[in-house]
């Protein structure tokens, strides 16, 4: 017994030390992408004439994943798929494979796409960077399948928790976001170690995410209030799931040529830009900024950002979601404070987390990101509005390479009964 137990111990011990090596890796790696990216918008801010240059970056973006990407036109889902297990024990089980031109596509065309004004998101570019890197680095170590599953499973959490700030939400996102309704617990020990180290490189390079401290006194009445905002945070991200993949579907229909179809998003999204402004190019950041200081969005804000998004991704331009869904959730929240009579700020950062949470299935993860960003007493609110905004979202979220579990219908039997 003293063997096993000294084995399974020791195997413990150095899937961490290697998860902690990972973690360093994804901090690094998505530092040097937000840093990049600070500078596009910078570029694109300052000179304002590069978004015109949006339909002819589509084109080169899409013509570039179409010939030459292969499995890394998948994106952020083929990451989350190679990540999980196979479905029958009996089937032989292979070593998860990551494209390694993954890394370098996703961060030269996310660069471009925020350089001419698209509206697609960064942590998403840096799940797939940190998940190909991982796989290049793991390869000359020969592990065994299950070993490179956790791996990349703290890949996920590195790059969530290091690109937030939020050490724990990256550690349970790395475990929720694989299946809906089930957390691998198996993953926890390397997903947290990833997770903290990414964060730490993060801040030691000079990155900080500043911590917005919300004071809440909850009561029944508020309480009550929060579930109708969760209700609206799970209807947006119904909306956004509907919208991107009806926006996919014209694509495939319409449009034969791969190609041409990032550069039909982009003309839409300039035409979009012509009728309704520039605030929702990009990453859209001062929107969110702006709600979380106290200012009361417009109830067109999520809407718009959630058409500027779809269609952008719809369209195949390369990027991730997360932070247009946080933009999303953010000005919603900000929108709806008005006539729920909440607090702005209070329902802006719960609302942030939410949308997201919903969207990916990962509920509980957006929660903790919330109580970790804005402080304790966020607690009861974000779990609040997480939770109904997840039971309001459709089964299948964003990440097309994520397993269903458990179902949302609370009708049916979580686990059926043995029958001898």
Request: charge should be neutral; charged fraction near 10%.
């Amino acid at each position: 017994m003293l063997p096993t137990q000294l084995r399974a111990a020791t195997h413990l011990l150095v899937v961490t030390g290697a998860a902690c090596l990972i973690g360093a890796v994804s901090g690094l790696t998505s530092w040097a992408l937000f840093e990049a990216l600070d500078h596009a918008t910078t570029l694109r801010l300052d000179h304002t004439w590069l978004v015109w240059l949006l339909p002819a970056a589509a084109f080169i973006l899409g013509a570039a994943y179409h010939y030459f990407g292969g499995p890394a036109n998948r994106g952020t889902s083929l990451v989350v798929e190679q990540s999980l297990p196979p479905l029958d024990p009996s089937v032989p089980d292979h070593t998860p494979k990551i494209p390694y031109r993954m890394a370098p596509m996703i961060f030269g065309a996310t660069f471009i796409a925020q350089v001419t004004g698209a509206s697609v998101g960064r942590e998403g570019a840096a799940l797939q960077i940190s998940g190909s890197v991982t796989s290049l680095l793991t390869k000359p170590f020969r592990l065994k399948p299950s070993d490179t599953r956790l791996m990349l499973i703290a890949a996920m959490a590195g790059a969530f928790g290091g690109a937030f700030g939020v050490p724990l939400a990256g550690a349970i996102f790395g475990l929720e976001i694989q299946q809906t309704g089930r957390l691998r617990y198996e993953g926890l020990a390397p997903a947290l170690a990833a997770s903290i180290t990414a964060d730490f490189i993060v801040e030691s390079l000079g990155r900080h995410t500043p911590i917005v401290e919300i004071p809440v006194n909850i009561d029944w009445s508020i309480a009550l209030r929060l579930v109708v905002v969760g209700i609206a945070a799970g209807l947006a991200a119904r909306l956004f799931i509907e919208v991107l993949h009806g926006v996919k579907k014209t694509m495939r229909d319409l449009i034969s040529w791969v190609p041409g179809r990032p550069v039909i998003g982009a003309v839409a999204t300039l035409a979009l830009m012509l009728i309704f402004g520039r605030d929702y190019l990009g990453l859209s950041l001062p929107l969110v900024e702006q709600a979380l200081g106290g200012s009361v969005a417009s109830w067109w804000d999520p809407v718009l950002k959630i058409l500027f998004t779809a269609i952008a991704l719809g369209c195949a331009i390369p990027g991730g979601e997360v932070t247009p869904l946080f933009v999303v959730g953010a000005t919603l929240g900000s929108a709806m404070s008005g006539p729920l009579h909440l607090s702005p700020t209070l329902t802006t950062a719960a609302c942030l987390a939410a949308v997201f949470g919903a969207a990916a299935n990962a509920p509980i993860a957006c929660a903790v990101l919330a109580i970790e960003l804005f402080g304790a007493d966020m607690a009861i609110p974000a779990g609040i509005v997480c939770i109904v905004a997840y039971a309001i979202s459709p089964k299948h979220g964003i990440y097309e390479g994520q397993r269903s579990g458990s179902t949302k219908d609370l009708r049916a039997t979580a686990v059926q009964p043995h029958r001898s």
